[in-house]
C-alpha cells in the first residue's frame, strides 16, 4: 500500500492484494489501519483515490469501486491527474 499525507488529507494511491487467503479480507484490515493512522496523525479526510466512472457490473474496475464504496463516504469525480517532467 503507498500512502500520502499532505496537510489534512490522506491519498491511498496504491495497493494490492494476492489471491490466496482472500477470505479473510487483509486488504479491508490494511485500509482501516490506513484510517487510524491519518486520523492519528490529523487527517481530516481519506481520499480513496480512484473508482470506475460508473456503478456498472461490466466495467473493469468495478470490483474496486465495490471495495472503495463499502468504506462509505462520497464520490468525487475531477479532471485526472498530471504528469510534470522536470528534466
Known amino acids: 500500500m503507498i500512502l500520502v499525507q499532505s496537510r489534512r488529507r490522506a491519498s491511498y494511491l496504491y495497493g494490492t492484494s494476492a489471491n490466496a ?7 479491508y484490515a490494511l485500509q482501516w489501519a490506513a484510517i ?7 487527517c481530516t479526510e481519506f481520499d480513496l483515490f480512484g473508482v470506475s466512472p460508473r456503478s456498472d457490473p461490466k466495467h473493469p474496475l468495478y470490483g474496486l469501486y465495490r471495495f472503495k464504496v463499502g468504506f462509505g463516504g462520497s464520490i468525487l469525480h475531477h479532471q485526472g491527474c498530471w504528469d510534470c517532467a522536470f528534466d
Open 21 to 27: 487467503r482472500r477470505e479473510l479480507m487483509a486488504l
Open 36 to 42: 487510524h493512522l491519518a486520523e492519528a496523525s490529523g
